[in-house]
């Protein structure tokens, strides 16, 4: 028998197998994942690499669906009594009944990829019922001789009952179960299933070390670029400064000047918040449709597109409120959303709390005061709802796994990974972020946002101030990796 680790992924059709090896390799493009059931017809090997080679193949096998007809073949290959399961599966394996042909050959097939398995993951949606059909496929895995290791999927479900499935395999003998949401990841629960690969399989110790190795240092890296990509949206937002255009002296020439300023920078940092979005996921590996997919379930579950409309303002107001951003008091959210800014066209005129503040002309910029122009710039309180909806986006993808076919709801991870993430640092990490704000503030020079342009490069004090915001995100986001 081979001597490397080989995982096999069995059990029903349509409980997930395919998805969670999706998200077990990182890869969307392997096997095929849909609602209906049956879609895997023959055994596909994936691998897990490192810088030293393979650390395990895993092989993901058709769905058990005549486990009644196939518990009662095994069962009829007996001539002995004391004949142990094993046997009767290997006899069964080698007669006509488990041919290609036959009635039973998906399920042959995959009972034979368990037979040169290290460990087998019973995958089980948790959603379901414990039915006799399960039993059936047990029994069958059981002759293997093989460890199994059952694997509750889709936990994050509110319908998921896991722990009345944790008593039914424990009723089997089956004590080492693993919640693993294939869809909804959970990087603890990656880990929790390959310890009990460890423990069930351990002369394969040293490649489940290889394994978890390889998915830290990856996620430090995703969280890595994808907090400077957060950080460089970050820059660009405070540091942009826009200058209306010339005016006449009276009001309502200067208000129009101030407003259409006020939507131009507006529309630019939407965009420039989408583009952030797209690096974030190509950091996570998500590319082409499925991260426009993921991309439009972290929109909705941030509160629109419109960092700065009602519905994000209350995201983010909730969020902070809740302890887990730790950066913006939910009143200032609140006056944020009510202080003049509308959905239809944010007519914020430097309101105090607004998410756009108007700075008038003065000292060095006569010449602007005698144009009628002012400068229009990001408020505080605007660049902290970037940064939260920007931190919440990290944690959506850490969240996401590769194999979604439906729409999952975020909201309650993103809650949940800021409340548990909490500061980075000791207590000093709100005033640490208020001074990177303030010194990324109005240098319109470090903004692809300024208008009118800046002659301008940027200066290597943009550069620093943006890694320090990458380096207070990463931490915020993984405090002890």
């Known amino acids: 028998m081979n001597t ?18 999706q998200t077990l390799l990182r890869r969307r493009d392997f ?5 209906r059931g049956g879609t895997t017809r023959v055994n596909e090997v994936g691998e897990i690499l490192d810088d030293l080679g393979v650390i395990a193949r895993v092989v993901d096998t058709p769905g058990l669906e005549e486990s009644a007809r196939l518990r009662d073949a095994i069962e009829g290959a007996r001539i002995e009594r004391h004949e142990d399961p094993r046997t009767l599966l290997d006899r069964f394996l080698e007669s006509d009944d488990a041919g290609p042909e036959c009635e039973l050959a998906l399920e042959a097939e995959a009972l034979r990829a368990t037979t040169e398995a290290s460990v087998l993951l019973y995958v089980i949606d948790a959603r379901e019922e414990p039915r006799p059909r399960h039993l059936d496929e047990l029994h069958a895995l059981v002759a293997t001789a093989r460890p199994v290791v059952p694997i509750l999927n889709f ?6 009952d896991a722990a009345r499935w944790r008593e039914a395999c424990a009723r089997q003998g089956l004590h080492a179960t693993v919640a693993f949401d294939a869809v909804v990841y959970d990087d603890a629960g990656e880990r929790r299933l390959l310890d009990a690969v460890r423990t069930l399989s351990p002369e394969h110790a040293e490649a489940i070390d290889r394994w978890i190795e390889l998915r830290r240092r990856e996620r430090l890296d995703a969280v890595a670029a994808a907090s400077a990509a957060a950080a460089d949206l970050l820059v660009d937002a405070a540091a942009a400064v826009r200058v209306t255009d010339p005016t006449p002296r009276d ?3 200067k208000t129009a000047a101030f407003r259409a300023a006020t939507a131009a920078l507006l529309d630019d940092l939407r965009t420039r918040e989408i583009e952030a979005r797209d690096r974030i996921a190509a950091c996570f590996g998500f590319a082409g449709e499925e991260a426009e997919t993921a991309n439009l379930e972290i929109t909705e579950a941030l509160g629109g597109v ?9 995201r983010a107001g909730m969020w902070a409120a809740g302890g887990g951003a730790g950066l913006v008091a939910a009143g200032a959210m609140i006056d944020l959303a009510t202080g003049g800014i509308s959905m239809g066209g944010f007519t914020a005129l430097g309101a105090a709390g607004a998410a756009i503040g108007a700075v008038g002309a003065s000292g060095g910029k006569m010449l602007r005061r005698l144009r009628g122009q002012d400068e229009v710039r990001l408020g505080d309180s605007g660049i902290d709802v970037l940064l939260i909806r920007a931190r919440a986006t990290i944690l959506a993808f ?3 796994g590769h194999a979604a076919i439906e729409p999952v709801s975020l909201e309650i991870v993103i809650e949940e990974g800021l409340r548990r993430d909490g500061d980075p640092g000791d207590g000093g990490s709100r005033s ?7 010194r990324a503030r109005g240098t319109a020079s470090w903004s692809t946002l300024s208008h009118p342009p800046s002659n301008r490069a940027p200066a290597a004090a943009r550069a620093e101030v943006a890694l320090r915001i990458e380096e207070w995100l990463r931490k915020a986001i993984l405090p002890d990796p």
């Open 155 to 160: 936990v994050a479900r509110p319908e998921a």
């Open 251 to 253: 009001e309502a020439a």
């Open 398 to 400: 850490l969240a996401r």
């Open 31 to 35: 096997g095929t994942v849909s609602p």
């Open 432 to 438: 640490n972020w208020t001074e990177l704000r303030r």
């Open 306 to 314: 419109d960092f700065a409309s009602p519905a994000s303002l209350e």
């Open 4 to 21: 490397s680790l080989r995982v096999a992924v069995v059990g029903h059709a349509n409980t997930g197998k395919t998805s969670l090896l």
